[in-house]
C-alpha cells in the first residue's frame, strides 16, 4: 500500500470518528430519518412524477406531521379529560392515602401503612405525603428550589428536542430528494462488487421491512385485544386504553403489560377482584402470548432470520440504540449474518488429500 493511499485511510478514519462524535448527540432523529425515508419513499416515487422531487418531499413531510398531530392532539385530549376525572375523584378523597390503605386491608385481611413501607424501602415518606411543624418551611424552600431546577432542565430539554427535531426534517427531506443519488453514490465508492451490493440492498430492505411490519402489526393486534378485554370487562374508557397499548406495545413483552396490570390492580381497589382475576389472566394468557409468539414469528419469519436472533436484535438495539432500537437492532444482526456469508465465499475451496 503506498503512502498516499495509507495517509488517505488515516484521515478518513480521523475525519469518520469526529462526524460519528458529530452525530452521536442526534442518534436517534437520525435514526428516525432514515426509518420514516424508507417508510416515505414509495410515495415519494410516486408524487414526483406530478410535482417533481422536492414538491413531493415537501407534501409528504407536511402530511405525515399531520396525520401525527392530529391522532396525538386527540389522545391529549382525552388524555386530559381522563385526568381531570382523576383529579376530582382525588378531591373526593377516593384516591386518598387512607383510603387506599383501607381498601387494600380490606382485600387483603393485613393492615396496610404506605408511609412505612415507603420509609422502609428507602422512599423520604415525608417528601411524600407532606412534613409538619417546624420543618415546613425548610420543605417548602427545598421544593421551590427543586421545581426551579426542574424548569431549567425542562427548558434545556426542550432546546434540545427543537435542534433535534430541525435536524430530523432537513435529513428526512434531503434523504427523500436526494435518496437515488447517495444510493449512487455509494456504490460508486464501494470497493465490494456489483452483486454483492444488489444482495445488501435487497437483504436490508427485507429485514426492515419485516421489522417495521412485525413491530406495528404487534402493537395493533394488543392494543385491540386489550381494548376487547376492556370493554368485554367493563373497564371504562376501553377506547383510550387501547390507542394507549398500541403505543406501549412497540415495546417487546414487557409494553402493553403496563396497561392491564395496573387496570388489574385497580379492580381490585374499587371491590371487582372476580373481574381483576379474569383481567389478569386474560392479560397473561391472551395478550402477553400473542406478543412472545407473534412478533418473532412474524418478524424472523419475514426477515428470514432466527426468532432467538430476532428477539436478541430487538432488546440489543432497544439497550444501544434506544428507541429506535426496536427498528434498526435486529438489522444490524441480519446484516452482519449476510457480511459473514459473503465473506466466506471469497475464501479459496478447500482442496482434498490426495
Known sequence: MSIERS????????????AVLMVLPYEQYLLLA?????????LQCRLREYVGSRGSAGLLIVGSFLAVIVPLGVLIGVGVRQASTILV????????????ESRLSEQTGVP???????????????????????DSATALFGNLTQVLANLVSVIGSLSDIAIGITVLLFVLYYLLVDGPALAAWLRAVSPVRE???????????RLMWAVVFGNILVAVVQGVLVGIGFAVLGVPNAIFWTIATTVL??????????????????????DRPVIAVALFGYGALVVSLSDNYL????????????????VLGLFGGLAVFGFMGLFFGPVVLGLLKVLVEVFAEYRPPVRSAM
Open 112 to 134: 396496610m401503612d404506605i408511609e412505612r413501607i415507603l420509609s422502609s424501602s428507602g422512599f423520604d415518606a415525608s417528601a411524600v405525603f407532606g412534613g409538619s411543624g417546624g
Open 7 to 18: 495517509l488517505l485511510l488515516a484521515a478518513i478514519a480521523l475525519f469518520g470518528a469526529v
Open 34 to 42: 432514515i426509518l420514516l425515508a424508507y417508510l416515505l419513499y414509495p
Open 195 to 205: 452483486t454483492t451490493i444488489d444482495r445488501l440492498y435487497e437483504r436490508s430492505d
Open 295 to 310: 412478533r418473532p414469528m412474524i418478524g424472523g419469519r419475514e426477515a428470514r432470520l432466527n426468532p432467538g436472533l430476532f
Open 249 to 270: 406495545a412497540l415495546l417487546p413483552i414487557i409494553g402493553a403489560s403496563v396497561v392491564w396490570i395496573p387496570a388489574a390492580g385497580y379492580l381490585v381497589l374499587v
Open 89 to 100: 375523584a382525588i378531591e373526593r378523597g377516593e384516591f386518598s392515602v387512607g383510603a387506599i
